[in-house]
């Protein structure tokens, strides 16, 4: 659940959670320096598996 996923995150460091006391609830969530570090690595992740998508579904295929 997204619920559960976003505790995880907030717990980790990569993101920050602010509540705000009105009617109806609102909360905010947003990356924290942690989170924005991540930045360049996820983009080079993201690069390295677009490059080789044809070879990972293939992987995922016979799996």
Do not use: C, N
Request: aromatic residues 6%; without cysteine.
């Amino acid at each position: 659940m997204l619920i559960q996923q976003l505790k995880e995150l907030e717990k980790d460091g990569i993101i920050t959670r602010t509540v705000y006391a009105q009617v109806p609830p609102r909360v905010e969530y947003e990356l924290s320096q942690m989170g924005i570090a991540l930045g360049p690595a996820m983009a080079e992740l993201i690069d390295w598996a677009f490059m080789r998508r044809d070879a990972l579904g293939e992987a995922a295929a016979v799996a």
